[in-house]
């Protein structure tokens, strides 16, 4: 599991959202869909309560800057169904292990979309921001 994954903070909003919304026998491109409508609402919570991210500092070059927003990754979700009694522990097993198969074989990103090509910055604090 990765780090920090278990611990992220649901707001009640994302959790009755995610109830709402969840199909039993989904295509991934609906799971996908669910994942980026649940980003805008988290998104949308953030800012209508005015929730900053954490200052951190980069422990390779020192940078001093605000922290990575929170994002909703596929397996997030996934596993939320489980968490909050919306899906059996077995068939959340059986939707991660389903998922796990699907991103390798179309080459995609946690979030569900294919990643960009080209080499990445190392640290977005290494672009000039305006």
């Not at 919570?45 to 605000?66: D, E, F, N, Y």
């Given at each position: 599991?990765?780090r920090?994954?278990?611990?992220?903070?649901?707001?009640?909003?994302?959790?009755?959202?995610?109830?709402?919304?969840?199909?039993?026998?989904?295509?991934?491109?609906?799971?996908?869909d669910?994942?980026?409508?649940?980003?805008r609402?988290?998104e949308?919570?953030?800012?209508?309560?005015?929730?900053?991210?954490?200052?951190?500092?980069?422990?390779h070059c020192?940078?001093?800057?605000?922290?990575?927003?929170?994002?909703?990754?596929?397996?997030?979700?996934?596993?939320?169904?489980?968490?909050?009694g919306?899906?059996?522990e077995?068939r959340?097993r059986?939707?991660?292990k389903?998922w796990?198969?699907?991103?390798?074989?179309?080459?995609?990103?946690?979030?569900?979309?294919?990643?960009?090509s080209g080499a990445?910055?190392?640290?977005?604090?290494?672009?000039?921001?305006?």
């Amino acid at each position: 599991m990765p780090r920090g994954e278990r611990s992220q903070t649901w707001f009640p909003e994302l959790v009755a959202e995610l109830r709402q919304s969840w199909q039993t026998e989904p295509a991934w491109e609906a799971v996908i869909d669910l994942r980026d409508q649940l980003q805008r609402t988290l998104e949308h919570i953030l800012s209508s309560r005015g929730i900053k991210p954490a200052t951190v500092r980069c422990l390779h070059c020192g940078h001093v800057g605000p922290g990575t927003p929170p994002a909703i990754s596929v397996r997030a979700v996934l596993l939320a169904l489980r968490r909050f009694g919306i899906e059996s522990e077995d068939r959340v097993r059986q939707l991660d292990k389903e998922w796990s198969r699907h991103r390798a074989l179309h080459r995609l990103d946690l979030y569900g979309r294919r990643p960009e090509s080209g080499a990445a910055a190392l640290h977005s604090h290494s672009e000039e921001r305006v």
